[in-house]
């Protein structure tokens, strides 16, 4: 009899086994199918925030066309940061997409370089220049060594020049507002119109922006309120901490940053990446001439949304991300003139 019983157990056992094994085969397909479904998904809203921006810095090479010369070097000053943005996105995101989705992409970002380049030389042609030493040392026979000396020497010249040129732009261009501490800064239309503003490193501050940036970067900011109007491209968060920001815009990207309440209206998806404790709802600051500047800024009010948000830190589908929520309507500021 424990003969039998013991047989028995065994078969038992091999039995549980074989089960344990095949529902862990189960399991794993079940995580397989759930982690492609994830991987697309990631893909699609990748694909569609990278299109957007780039379509966006088409559109602003087309507009070159019909451009006075001297709004030339602006408009390509904003083309550089926009490429610049993107640039960091592809990058940022590449530990969440497929090798074959980040060939794509860089493929692309290759071509519309090489696209704003040749819109830079057509429409910003460099002048000419030789040096004296060089007209000095001209003789009747070149050798090739020398050929070749000018020529290498002419190309660092031309990039040298280029360098230059491009960081003295994005300078002009951009309108920084840096290391404040318990400041009421009101920036009006006529300082910030369709250029850039960066905010960095402010403390306890109140920014009010009464126009239509081309683009807002905020890094660094801790305890404060920030409220602009309309955006025409992106606004950037790095490393901000316990703030209020009401922003309307075109695309939003968020890194690195906690303890946020935001009020938006944003044309696509909003997206954050190792960040905890937000908080959203509709975008609802108002002042003087502001409709005017939704117009300028090509933002359709009626398109906006506020709570479609791409958390790159939870990838799943079946349950909402831990990191953000929806303000409560009890909670939400109405009257930002207190």
């Given at each position: 009899?424990?003969?039998v019983?013991?047989?028995?157990?065994?078969?038992?056992?091999?039995?549980d086994?074989?089960?344990?094994q095949?529902?862990?085969?189960?399991d794993k397909q079940?995580?397989?199918?759930e982690?492609?479904?994830?991987?697309?998904d990631?893909?699609t809203?990748?694909?569609?925030?990278?299109?957007q921006?780039?379509e966006?810095?088409?559109q602003?090479?087309?507009?070159?066309?019909?451009?006075?010369?001297?709004?030339?070097?602006?408009q390509?000053?904003?083309?550089?940061?926009?490429m610049?943005?993107?640039?960091?996105?592809?990058?940022?995101?590449?530990?969440?997409?497929p090798?074959?989705?980040?060939?794509?992409?860089q493929?692309?970002?290759?071509?519309?370089?090489n696209?704003?380049d040749?819109?830079r030389d057509q429409?910003?042609?460099?002048?000419?220049?030789t040096f004296?030493?060089?007209k000095k040392?001209?003789?009747?026979?070149?050798?090739?060594?020398?050929?070749?000396?000018t020529t290498?020497?002419?190309?660092q010249?031309?990039?040298?020049?280029?360098?230059?040129?491009?960081?003295n732009?994005?300078?002009?261009r951009?309108?920084?507002?840096?290391?404040?501490?318990?400041?009421?800064?009101d920036?009006?239309?006529?300082?910030?119109?369709s250029k850039d503003?960066?905010?960095?490193?402010?403390?306890?501050?109140?920014?009010?922006i009464?126009?239509?940036?081309?683009?807002l970067?905020m890094?660094?900011?801790?305890q404060?309120?920030?409220?602009?109007?309309?955006?025409?491209?992106?606004?950037?968060?790095d490393?901000?901490y316990d703030?209020?920001?009401?922003?309307?815009c075109?695309?939003l990207?968020?890194?690195?940053?906690?303890?946020?309440?935001?009020?938006i209206?944003v044309?696509s998806?909003?997206?954050?990446?190792?960040?905890?404790?937000?908080?959203?709802s509709?975008?609802?600051?108002?002042?003087?001439?502001?409709?005017?500047?939704?117009t300028?800024?090509?933002l359709d009010?009626?398109?906006?949304?506020?709570?479609?948000?791409?958390?790159?830190n939870?990838?799943?589908?079946?349950q909402?991300?831990?990191?953000?929520?929806?303000?409560?309507?009890?909670d939400?500021?109405?009257?930002?003139?207190?």
């Amino acid at each position: 009899m424990d003969d039998v019983d013991g047989k028995k157990d065994l078969m038992t056992k091999r039995l549980d086994r074989l089960q344990e094994q095949r529902q862990a085969k189960i399991d794993k397909q079940r995580q397989d199918k759930e982690d492609d479904v994830v991987i697309q998904d990631t893909v699609t809203v990748f694909t569609s925030q990278f299109q957007q921006e780039k379509e966006i810095i088409d559109q602003k090479l087309e507009e070159c066309q019909s451009l006075d010369s001297k709004q030339l070097p602006d408009q390509f000053d904003s083309i550089a940061i926009a490429m610049e943005n993107l640039e960091k996105f592809v990058a940022d995101s590449s530990l969440f997409l497929p090798g074959f989705v980040m060939r794509q992409a860089q493929e692309s970002l290759k071509k519309l370089r090489n696209n704003i380049d040749s819109g830079r030389d057509q429409y910003l042609p460099k002048k000419k220049f030789t040096f004296k030493s060089r007209k000095k040392v001209q003789s009747n026979k070149a050798t090739p060594s020398s050929s070749t000396t000018t020529t290498t020497d002419d190309r660092q010249d031309k990039t040298a020049q280029q360098d230059v040129v491009d960081t003295n732009a994005l300078a002009r261009r951009l309108c920084d507002y840096s290391n404040l501490q318990d400041q009421i800064v009101d920036i009006t239309a006529d300082e910030i119109a369709s250029k850039d503003v960066k905010l960095s490193h402010l403390i306890r501050c109140t920014v009010r922006i009464s126009g239509y940036p081309s683009a807002l970067q905020m890094d660094h900011l801790k305890q404060c309120t920030i409220l602009s109007g309309p955006i025409s491209s992106s606004v950037f968060v790095d490393q901000c901490y316990d703030c209020k920001i009401v922003v309307a815009c075109q695309q939003l990207r968020v890194h690195s940053s906690t303890d946020i309440q935001f009020y938006i209206g944003v044309t696509s998806r909003a997206i954050i990446e190792d960040c905890t404790r937000f908080f959203f709802s509709p975008y609802n600051w108002s002042y003087q001439d502001i409709d005017q500047h939704f117009t300028l800024a090509a933002l359709d009010k009626s398109k906006l949304n506020w709570s479609a948000i791409d958390d790159f830190n939870w990838l799943r589908i079946d349950q909402p991300s831990p990191n953000w929520s929806v303000l409560s309507e009890q909670d939400r500021v109405n009257d930002w003139d207190r």
